[in-house]
T-cell receptor
Framework: DAKTTQPTSMDCAEGRAANLPCNHSTISGNEYVYWYRQIHSQGPQYIIHGLKNNETNEMASLIITEDRKSSTLILPHATLRDTAVYYCIVRVASGGGADGLTFGKGTHLIIQP | NAGVTQTPKFQVLKTGQSMTLQCAQDMNHEYMSWYRQDPGMGLRLIHYSVGAGITDQGEVPNGYNVSRSTTEDFPLRLLSAAPSQTSVYFC???????????FGSGTRLTVV
């Protein structure tokens, strides 16, 4: 699996857009970018994934650069409930990783009131 | 549709005891996996399964056994509990077409 690099922590004001970066310069052509988050003490929650096109769902948007070496997760209107650790994971397509997921340390996003 | 159900939610074991952590999913997912999360750390993969009858080891398999006799269930067995196995255990499942893993709410295990 390609290695990912994320900032350790970030702050964002409530109501503003939270932009979480992820570098994955060694990504392979058949690897997708997945984002999960873990709110304190809960199980991780799948957010979104993409290959090369930008993706949007009810939770977030995912912007992947043209060379696919980095991506940004965007939470358009952050709320206090978005405070969590956000994990960027690069995996081959099927099932988001048939042989399980490799979690790094992630980014601790703190939404400030 | 309950998703991924883990039982028990909390457990205290004495060193040397054995127990089984239960994981069940009702989404007909082929892929299932177990993780442990130590305080302040990320999740680490223990064992995984790509379908009934097929299991394999992850990053930290020592001290744990798994089996997958049905699509729905993926129990994790601690053979002889040690204090180093004090952790929060998460089970997850996914469908082969993608869309990410669904995680259970976790089992908090303390070994004394």
């Amino acid at each position: 699996d390609a290695k990912t690099t994320q900032p350790t922590s970030m702050d964002c004001a409530e109501g503003r857009a939270a932009n979480l970066p992820c570098n994955h310069s060694t990504i392979s052509g058949n690897e997708y970018v997945y984002w999960y988050r873990q709110i304190h003490s809960q199980g991780p929650q799948y957010i979104i994934h993409g290959l090369k096109n930008n993706e949007t769902n009810e939770m977030a948007s995912l912007i992947i650069t043209e060379d696919r070496k980095s991506s940004t997760l965007i939470l358009p209107h952050a709320t206090l409930r978005d405070t969590a650790v956000y994990y960027c994971i690069v995996r081959v397509a099927s099932g988001g990783g048939a042989d399980g997921l490799t979690f790094g340390k992630g980014t601790h996003l703190i939404i400030q009131p | 549709n309950a998703g991924v159900t883990q039982t028990p939610k909390f457990q205290v074991l004495k060193t040397g005891q054995s127990m089984t952590l239960q994981c069940a999913q009702d989404m007909n997912h082929e892929y299932m996996s177990w993780y442990r999360q130590d305080p302040g750390m990320g999740l680490r993969l223990i064992h995984y399964s790509v379908g009934a009858g097929i299991t394999d080891q992850g990053e930290v398999p020592n001290g744990y056994n798994v089996s997958r006799s049905t699509t729905e269930d993926f129990p994790l067995r601690l053979l002889s509990a040690a204090p180093s196995q004090t952790s929060v255990y998460f089970c997850a499942s996914s469908w082969w077409t993608g869309g990410g893993y669904t995680f259970g709410s976790g089992t908090r295990l303390t070994v004394v």
